[in-house]
Every structure is written in C-alpha cells, then in structure tokens.
C-alpha cells in the first residue's frame, strides 16, 4: 500500500528551481522527461518507502539518489510520506 506524499515548502520551492533551471538551458522537452521520472521516482518512495537508506546524521530522514546532480530527501511518517528537499549532491552538507 502506497502512502500519500506531501512537500515541504523548501521542497517545492527547490523543485520550481531545478525544472525551471532545466527548462532555461535544455528546453521544455527534456524539462518534461525529468519531471516524469521524478514522478516515476516520487511512486517508488510512495509504493517501498524503506527501501532507500536512513541517514546516520539525522534520524527518521531517508535518501533518494535520483541523479548523479540531486537527491530526494524525504521522512516517512504515520499517515504520509514527507518530502523534504531535493538538493543538489556537490552543494556542502554542512549547509543542509
């Protein structure tokens, strides 16, 4: 059984970002395609939410490695799946 999935607002905030990166340097069709396979990548959470690794810093918030740029960070909660950052893998963890 599938859990909801909710965004932060920091979340859709860096999700307006990168589509709109991506659709000012590459075109609106490749745009669509990321956001399809974000979407395809947002079901997978969804559907086995356990399946992706806990982070050893912060307990309850799991990762996504979506591409080799970002990642979905995201908490699993009673009633909903909380997606809270799609951030990019080289920017420095220490200001997460």
């Given at each position: 059984m599938s859990l909801p999935i909710r965004y932060s607002l920091r979340a859709r905030h860096e999700l307006l970002d990168i589509l709109d990166y991506i659709d000012q340097n590459f075109g609106r069709k490749k745009t669509k395609e990321i956001y399809q396979r974000l979407e395809r990548?947002?079901?997978?959470?969804?559907?086995?939410?356990?399946?992706y690794p806990e982070?050893?810093?912060?307990?309850?918030?799991?990762?996504?490695?979506?591409?080799?740029?970002?990642?979905?960070?995201?908490?699993?909660?009673?009633?909903?799946?909380?997606?809270?950052?799609?951030?990019?893998?080289?920017?420095?963890?220490?200001?997460?």
């Open positions: 990548a947002i079901d997978l959470i969804s559907e086995a939410p356990e399946m982070s050893k810093k912060r307990k309850g918030l799991r990762r996504y490695v979506f591409s080799k740029q970002t990642s979905i960070y995201y908490r699993v909660n009673s009633d909903c799946i909380e997606i809270v950052s799609l951030r990019p893998n080289r920017k420095d963890p220490k200001n997460f």
